[in-house]
């Protein structure tokens, strides 16, 4: 039984700021990465960002200097600081992680249920 729920999602104006957070809960053993994916009206699912267990991130283009993912401090949490935001960038944002719920289990990818953000004067 694992968990993921996003908040933080909301209506901002462009130019401005959101800070999405993502926290897994359940019977987590260890998580190996979390991610960021997001999907507008009429497009596919894209990633975001990816962050693994050891820190290392990575972005998407359109993304890169004003995207920041992060791991929380002691729990399994991931964060998204969205910067200078622009219309473009509204979308349904979820959660992903790769994780085993035990020493001898496989990884598994979870995912959370989404939240809204929406980027309009």
């Known amino acids: 039984q694992v968990q993921l729920v996003e908040s933080g999602g909301g209506l901002v104006q462009p130019g401005g700021s959101l800070r999405l957070s993502c926290a897994a809960s359940?019977?987590?053993?260890?998580?190996?990465?979390m991610r960021w994916y997001r999907q507008a009206p009429g497009k596919q699912r894209e990633l975001v960002a990816t962050?693994?267990?050891?820190?290392?991130?990575n972005y998407a283009d359109s993304v890169k200097g004003r995207f920041t993912i992060s791991r929380g401090n002691a729990k399994n949490t991931v964060y998204l600081q969205m910067n200078s935001l622009k219309p473009e960038d509204t979308a349904v944002y979820y959660c992903?992680?790769?994780?085993?719920?035990?020493?001898?289990?496989?990884?598994?990818?979870?995912w959370g249920q989404g939240t809204q953000v929406t980027v309009s004067s």
């Open positions: 992903n992680a790769g994780l085993r719920t035990g020493i001898l289990a496989g990884y598994n990818v979870y």
């Open positions: 359940g019977s987590i053993f260890s998580i190996n990465a």
């Open positions: 962050i693994t267990s050891g820190g290392s991130t």
